[in-house]
């Protein structure tokens, strides 16, 4: 059992899939939360009011993260309500799945400010309250394996997610100096909204699930322990690492 007592956490994209399963981990343990999210207010609500039901203070904003502006007032707004914070995880992401020839400059850019830009400017927001409140803190950026191989219709998402590592090695370089520790998770196939267009293919998903040496598909519970390790004062010396959560299915050639 790791513990969050009197951590103050943010999470972007926490009223879905992995951030949510994430943000209620967080919570569970005793973390306060502010998640970040772009629709759908009825499943925020959902997610506040389970956390809460821990006894820890939790909040919800409301934010289009297609515009590095708002994203960096998203941080403003998470800071103001819980004053310093110990735990960011960016998560938020989108994956419109689209063939090459007809992605344009309007929808890979905004992949690109969802999944990249907007994570540099929160973290670099968040990163300074750490330090001005010499917090040592911890940083998890939600990857993916599409980092590492490719997909027929993800050639802007797996674009993005191999520029998160990068940015990843990075921070984890100029944070380590202050103590503050910065991971990536990358997870596999898992069931969320994200694919569930794309795995409503019965042919397709039984395919993926073979691929994973487990037999099935991840689900966002999956993803809770790995992140909250990195995320915990239990990990005392990983930093700069990637970790892949994907049930063995990079290593599946047959």
């Known amino acids: 059992m790791l513990d969050f007592r009197g951590k103050n956490a943010v999470i972007t994209g926490g009223s879905r899939g992995i951030g949510r399963a994430i943000s209620l981990g967080l919570a569970r343990q005793g973390a306060n939360i502010v998640i970040s999210y772009a629709s759908h207010d009825s499943e925020a609500d959902e997610v506040i009011e389970a956390a809460q039901k821990y006894g820890v203070n939790a909040y919800k904003i409301k934010v289009d993260q297609s515009d590095p502006y708002e994203s960096i007032k998203f941080a403003e707004g998470a800071i103001s309500a819980l004053g310093k914070v110990h735990v960011l995880v960016d998560n938020a992401g989108i994956c419109p799945f689209e063939d090459f020839f007809r992605i344009s400059v309007g929808l890979f850019e905004k992949v690109w400010k969802v999944n990249v830009e907007s994570h540099y400017f929160i973290t670099q927001r968040i990163a300074k309250n750490m330090i001005e409140n010499g917090i040592k803190g911890r940083i998890l950026l939600i990857s993916s394996i599409s ?17 998160l590592n990068g940015f990843m090695h990075s921070i984890a370089i100029v944070l380590g100096k202050y103590g503050i520790l910065v991971n990536s998770l990358e997870p596999g196939t898992i069931l969320t909204d994200i694919n569930k267009e794309d795995l409503s293919n019965e042919e397709k998903r039984e395919y993926m699930e073979r691929r994973t040496v487990v037999g099935r598909l991840g689900l966002p519970e999956d993803m809770v322990a790995p992140a909250l390790f990195l995320l915990s004062d239990d990990n005392t010396y990983v930093t700069g690492t990637e970790l892949l959560a994907d049930g063995g299915m990079l290593i599946n050639l047959q």
């Open 147 to 163: 980092a590492h191989v490719g997909g027929e219709f993800q050639t802007h998402y797996t674009t993005t997610k191999s520029a």
